[in-house]
């Protein structure tokens, strides 16, 4: 599932989402990295459903439309997968050398993997290496593999091909880490708020321990205006961006999606045992994504999970060359680079 990036001046992170396909060109050569290019397009609705491309070539041309007007050579590109079909689940085994379980990891898996075992890629890491307890923690990743070929497929279509496929949880946490030093302490909760679906990502000092899905995103909100206030997909978008003077109007609809989505992310904390916690509760609440500025969002779940919630941008502490931000709105944009900017970090082992 990973692979190993060439030295080179800079990495491009490349994240096709169900609403928007998202560019960002970052430069290592410095001493620290660069944020050097922005490039994003909206995709015509149901191209992509649930993570599933349902029309590849419609993705392929966007892609190379993207590329192409960026004047973009599609070189050390990484992209991610995610979704329903990627499970990431921290686990206990007996301690060992990581060597010594790479050999077994598979048979360990077969007791929590979801997927035909014949026909997935996994991956893992020893969360307690240094400890010295007879079991050991493993963050254990695992994929379709069906899911892996079709955005390598994907991809070489657009005439790319990717030099690493990460997964989303991952690379919204390196994004998350590189730019809130201060939050890998103590237990917080980052979550990716899509245009489908949402991702809770929860860290124990700085550990990504646990990913779940929540089937809610802007889209449904979206379409609520459309089909019982009667807004246009653009008035309905800047109701959601509130950017609205109407937006008293539609606040109590509003309201009852971010409670949905509030709950989503407090049953995925609750599986947070006090055990694995340390005892320790969640400390903070962090939002990003495409939907992360919908109106009284960062309000409701903050009430909800009675703890403080902000939004995140994974410009907060990232060196931006000075032209970049001048092409794009950046308040309202930012969190929704949160991926592919955590893909484009990425660089040489």
């Not at 308040?331 to 893909?343: F, T, V, Y």
Request: aromatic share 4%; net charge negative; charged share 25%.
């Amino acid at each position: 599932m990973v692979s190993i990036l060439r030295r080179s001046k800079s990495t491009i992170g490349l994240d096709i989402g169900s609403g928007y396909i998202k560019i960002a060109v970052i430069e290592h050569t410095g001493a620290e990295p660069e944020l050097v290019h922005v490039s994003y397009t909206p995709l015509i609705a149901d191209a992509i459903v649930e993570g599933e491309v349902m029309d590849p070539q419609l993705v392929v041309e966007t892609v190379k439309s993207l590329l192409g007007s960026a004047n973009l050579k599609p070189r050390n590109v990484v992209t991610s997968v995610g979704g329903r079909d990627v499970m990431v689940k921290k686990i206990q085994m007996d301690r060992m050398k990581e060597s010594d379980a790479r050999e077994v990891i598979r048979w360990e898996a077969e007791q929590y993997v979801p997927f035909d075992m014949e026909n997935v890629q996994l991956d893992f890491q020893i969360l307690d290496p240094l400890d010295d307890g007879l079991q050991m923690n493993v963050l254990l990743v695992a994929a379709k593999r069906e899911l892996v070929d079709q955005k390598v497929s994907l991809l070489r279509d657009a005439g790319i091909a990717p030099a690493v496929v990460d997964v989303d949880s991952f690379a919204l946490h390196n994004a998350f880490e590189y730019n809130y030093p201060d939050a890998m302490k103590g237990i917080v909760a980052l979550v990716n708020v899509g245009h489908e679906i949402s991702t809770v990502n929860v860290l124990q000092e700085g550990t990504l321990i646990l990913t779940r899905d929540v089937p809610f995103g802007s889209r449904r909100l979206r379409e609520d205006l459309r089909r019982l206030h009667g807004l246009s997909t653009d008035d309905a978008e800047t109701v959601l961006q509130g950017r609205s003077d109407r937006l008293a109007e539609y606040q109590q609809l509003i309201s009852e999606g971010c409670e949905e989505l509030a709950i989503g992310v407090e049953r995925a904390v609750a599986f947070l045992s006090m055990s694995d916690a340390g005892g320790a509760g969640l400390g903070r609440v962090y939002l990003c994504g495409g939907g992360a500025r919908i109106p009284g969002l960062q309000d409701v779940v903050a009430g909800r999970l009675r703890t403080r919630t902000e939004l995140a941008s994974p410009l907060q502490r990232l060196k931006v060359r000075a032209d970049v931000t001048t092409l794009f709105p950046v308040d309202e944009l930012a969190p929704m680079l949160m991926l592919s900017i955590g893909l484009a970090l990425r660089t040489a082992a």
